[in-house]
């Protein structure tokens, strides 16, 4: 069968062979197959879809298109954590000193910026000086210098992953289930922590924006890393309004050294502290006196000092006066009087991207400075002239108007109070 034929084939809504997916994620690997057929592929599979035995094997083929780390064979207590993206989304940043300050060490191979929302590793490299391209060898190291690591994808690492990354970047394939599930499953699978923490985000800032759906990807991503023989939990946390206030890049690392310090934004504490607690218990502890340790170390100074450690050690410069400021802040302005019932996130996000917290084409540079700020919250109520948002404006040459129209309209004000979601929804099964 030619690759234009299997295309057809999933066009059709047919299920595609093991072989098949094998050529697909070999040809997106080693770039034995145009972009053309990569994108025409992974536009099919997002409007039909894949059989939890097709995801099985996408999940596997990528994986072994590249290297493994075994990492629990090195480090058997190591925590991985990951999140299916969000916006405000600044766990991770977070979660890595915190469980280092209570001596679990932390691996993650976390991913940049993908569709609206902002990556890790594009928030790390915002400190100066921040390196994270490491080894094995390298990782190890930093797990030993300071008790976490967070690096980015090698070549070598689930090479498949990488190019279906990019491409689905830029051809509104993101939110597939089993993209989601190929792309996060065979990083994990291919670092090799023995436990793994999982945040699926649900709502208008997430890929998954109904509680079913974000449901059925928890339970997908979950059955997987079990089946591979990793402790792992998934919690289904709320993604209709930003997590915390900031969305960007250096502005995200202010707002993570805040809640490192005990300071900053309730939600965003909130969602990593019941993160943390769910590794612990997945590493036998109590969950109460697991949760009381985390609180003591973001407000006892201990998840502080984790964190000096933790840039130190990845070559950065914990100072956080040298975070790229932006060049001009421009507010946004409520239009009437009314409570904040609706935030659209995939918009908030995409303004975002836009002012530079991301790249709108693969090769473009993220812009540091850039990014946004809101200030209100659902049920919030909303007089005119109120600032909504703050849209922070880097060097990079935008469309001033139309972002701040764009940010504008994220917001739905209306007369009655919405129906608050829950912060945390919790794992599949109380859902
Ligand atoms: N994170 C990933 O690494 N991949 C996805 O597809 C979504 C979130």
Not at 68 to 83: F, G, I, R
């Amino acid at each position: 069968m030619t690759f234009p034929e299997i295309i057809g084939k999933k066009r059709d809504g047919e299920s595609l062979t093991r072989e098949e997916i094998a050529r697909f994620v070999r040809g997106a690997g080693n770039g034995g197959l145009a972009g053309e057929q990569l994108a025409a592929l992974l536009m099919a599979i997002c409007i039909r879809g894949m059989t939890a035995e097709e995801t099985a094997w996408l999940t596997e083929e990528m994986l072994q298109s590249g290297e493994m780390w075994h990492l629990a064979d090195a480090v058997p207590e190591a925590v991985d954590k990951h999140s299916t993206g969000g916006i405000g989304d600044t766990v991770s940043l977070i979660f890595a000193p915190l469980m280092a300050a209570v001596g679990v060490p932390i691996a993650m191979m976390a991913g940049r910026g993908l569709g609206h929302s902002q990556g890790t590793l594009d928030k790390l490299e915002a400190i100066p000086g921040f390196r994270v391209g490491w080894d094995r060898g390298g990782m190890l190291d930093l797990l030993e210098r300071c008790g976490a690591a967070v690096v980015a994808q090698t070549d070598d690492i689930a090479p498949a992953d990488r190019t279906l990354y990019a491409l689905r970047d830029i051809t509104a394939t993101v939110p597939s289930l089993p993209l989601i599930v190929g792309s996060i499953m065979s990083k994990k699978l291919a670092l090799g922590a023995g436990t793994l923490s999982l945040d699926v985000k649900c709502g208008s800032g997430a890929f998954r924006k109904t509680l079913p759906e974000a449901k059925e990807l928890a339970e997908a991503l979950r059955s997987v890393a079990r089946s591979a023989g990793v402790a792992c939990e998934a919690v289904i946390t709320e993604m209709d309004q930003p997590l915390g206030p900031a969305l960007g890049t250096a502005c995200e690392v202010r707002q993570a050294i805040e809640i490192i310090e005990g300071r900053g934004s309730a939600p965003l504490r909130e969602v990593t502290l019941r993160l943390a607690e769910e590794a612990l218990v997945l590493r036998g502890r109590d969950r109460t006196s697991a949760r009381a340790d985390l609180e003591k170390a973001l407000d006892d100074g201990s998840a502080a000092v984790a964190w000096e450690a933790f840039v130190r050690a990845h070559c950065g410069n914990p100072d956080p006066d040298l975070l790229a400021r932006p060049r001009r802040v421009v507010d946004v302005l409520a239009e009437g009087p009314g409570r904040l019932t609706a935030v659209d996130g995939e918009d908030l996000g995409r303004a975002a991207v836009e002012v530079g917290a991301g790249r709108r084409r693969l090769d473009e540079v993220i812009d540091y400075g850039g990014g946004i700020e809101v200030l209100v919250r659902l049920g919030d109520p909303i007089e005119p002239g109120q600032p909504l948002a703050r849209v922070l404006l880097g060097e990079r040459p935008v469309d001033e108007p139309a972002v701040i129209d764009k940010v504008r309209e994220a917001f739905t004000l209306a007369h009655d109070a919405p129906e608050q979601p829950p912060l945390v929804y919790g794992t599949p099964e109380l859902t």
